[in-house]
């Protein structure tokens, strides 16, 4: 594995308190900069240093990747679907400024950047179906137009300026040590749970709302995967579709029955949060992230729940 020092932005969130001790077993604590805009929960990143960071704060940016010799930017500052469509002139700002900070930063400091994409760059116009790398990206969600505008700006900056970016469209993530920070796939962590607490959950996502989903360790692995991969196989670079699973509530309900079989799935569904999720791909096909990276999930959704009802403390 070669030598970094990375900076990751919104690193206290559900992704990047994780990714901050997985980068530290593969790089070392001293080669890692945690930053974010709140310090909410600091203690879970342990040893590794943590300075305040507001992505919007371009010159603060360019303070600490000089500061701190950074060679590698993972930008995981974000506000997400459901909260997005809350307060979409702030998620434009954040989401969209927050990048485009971090892109000039790097390229005036040749730094790698990684940034996740999400399925929410897809909309209803797009195939539902084993949704292709290339295809129609309309969505109708904030979150959604930053998400494809992020991916068009990371390839105009590698295609114009030379400048080394990758990215991954993450599906839903599911994890159990933070809990995830305003989306729509949500309902697939927090069922786990309320499956512990109470063995029954009301899902505000309705029956037969297939959307693909990922478990954390799966989503940790991509980002060291592909920002190590040999740059010139990449031929897509940004928003490499990737996959582990795709399933609706009730398929995480007979999954969760085989551990608790008195756990019971009702359904409070919220219009705003299931119009989303209507508007997202059933299933993506992620042969090129397979073909180009080597692209391979470990877990499925009962290897997921099996370690997700192990390891949740309630
Ligand atoms: P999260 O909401 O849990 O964490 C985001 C973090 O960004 C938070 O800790 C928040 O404090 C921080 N933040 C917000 N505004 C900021 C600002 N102005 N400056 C600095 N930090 C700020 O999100 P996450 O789930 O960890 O997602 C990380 C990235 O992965 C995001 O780009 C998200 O779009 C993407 N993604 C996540 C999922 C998922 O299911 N979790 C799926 C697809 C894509
Ligand atoms: N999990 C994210 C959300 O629901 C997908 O990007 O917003």
């Given at each position: 594995m070669g030598k970094r020092r990375i900076l990751i932005t919104g690193s206290l969130g559900q992704i990047g308190t994780e990714l901050a001790l997985y980068f530290k077993k593969i790089y070392g604590a001293s080669n890692i900069l945690a930053t974010d805009i709140s310090?909410?929960?600091?203690?879970?990143?342990?040893?590794?240093?943590?300075?305040?960071l507001d992505v919007t704060d371009g010159k603060r940016i360019h303070e600490l990747v000089t500061n701190y010799k950074i060679d590698t930017i993972v930008n995981l500052a974000a506000i997400l679907s459901a909260t997005g469509e809350k307060i979409p002139q702030k998620t434009w700002?954040?989401?969209?400024?927050?990048?485009?900070?971090?892109?000039?930063?790097?390229?005036?400091?040749?730094?790698?950047?990684?940034?996740?994409s999400s399925i929410a760059a897809f909309g209803?116009?797009?195939?539902?179906d084993n949704t292709p790398q290339v295809t129609i990206q309309r969505p109708n969600t904030m979150y959604g137009v930053t998400k494809v505008a992020g991916e068009n700006l990371c390839d105009y900056?590698?295609?114009?300026?030379?400048?080394?970016?990758?990215?991954?469209?993450?599906?839903?993530?599911?994890?159990?040590k933070t809990l995830p920070g305003g989306g729509t796939t949500d309902y697939a962590v927090h069922i786990y749970f309320e499956a512990l607490r109470n063995k029954k959950y009301k899902s505000f996502i309705a029956e037969g709302t297939k959307m693909d989903m990922m478990y954390m360790p799966d989503a940790l692995k991509a980002v060291v995967?592909?920002?190590?991969?040999?740059?010139?196989?990449?031929?897509?670079?940004?928003?490499?579709?990737?996959?582990?699973?795709?399933?609706?509530?009730?398929d995480l309900e007979v999954a969760i029955k085989?551990?608790?079989?008195?756990?019971?799935?009702e359904y409070e569904v919220d219009p705003e949060r299931q119009a989303i999720a209507d508007s997202w791909p059933n299933s993506l096909d992620d042969s090129a992230a397979r073909e180009e990276w080597g692209w391979s999930p470990d877990y499925d959704i009962?290897?997921?729940?099996e370690d997700m009802l192990k390891n949740i403390k309630i």
């Open positions: 310090d909410k929960n600091v203690d879970a990143l342990e040893d590794i240093k943590y300075e305040p700002e954040i989401n969209m400024g927050g990048l485009v900070n971090v892109l000039d930063v790097a390229l005036q400091e040749k730094c790698t950047v990684f940034t996740p209803e116009s797009t195939p539902k900056y590698n295609l114009r300026f030379g400048l080394d970016t990758r990215g991954v469209r993450y599906p839903g993530i599911i994890s159990y995967d592909l920002i190590e991969a040999d740059p010139s196989k990449l031929k897509n670079r940004n928003a490499f579709n990737i996959t582990a699973m795709s399933f609706a509530p009730e085989k551990h608790i079989p008195e756990f019971v799935l009962d290897a997921m729940t």
